[in-house]
């Protein structure tokens, strides 16, 4: 029998994949890894350097805070330059959290259909 909720969440997981690689990054998933972040996205920008983003993938669960996930991102060994995110799939809208040491910001919201433009 197919867990619906795990389609739902696997597909998510893939639009932000093919998201961060139209916007000309490397991504991938970490597909059954069961650890702190779902997709892991990166590029080299004009300077050279390497712009890094781990991802959580989530969608709405009005019962969840998702305080797990946030301290799972917060462990996560990064370099100062990149990003731990959140991604909230809710109500036909994404929310993108930054996670950091002390707090959460939202710094980015959009309709969820672009995630899926080719």
């Known amino acids: 029998m197919v867990n ?3 389609v739902s969440g696997s597909n ?3 639009e932000v994949k093919h998201y961060y690689e139209r ?3 490397t991504a991938a998933r970490t597909a059954g890894s069961h650890g702190p972040f779902d997709v892991v996205a990166w590029k080299i920008d004009a300077a050279g350097c390497c712009q ?3 991802v959580q ?3 709405e669960n009005k ?3 998702y305080t797990e996930d946030i301290e799972g991102l917060r462990n996560v060994p990064c370099e100062a330059s990149w990003r731990r995110l959140l991604y ?3 109500k036909g809208r ?3 959290l930054q996670v950091f040491a002390e707090s959460t910001k939202l710094i980015d919201e959009f309709p969820t259909k672009l995630l899926k433009r080719k």
């Open 4 to 6: 619906n909720s795990y």
């Open 12 to 14: 998510f997981e893939r």
């Open 23 to 25: 916007s000309g990054y």
């Open 52 to 54: 890094m983003d781990v």
């Open 57 to 59: 993938c989530k969608k």
């Open 63 to 65: 019962k969840l805070k």
């Open 88 to 90: 909230v799939k809710r």
């Open 94 to 96: 994404v929310e993108i």
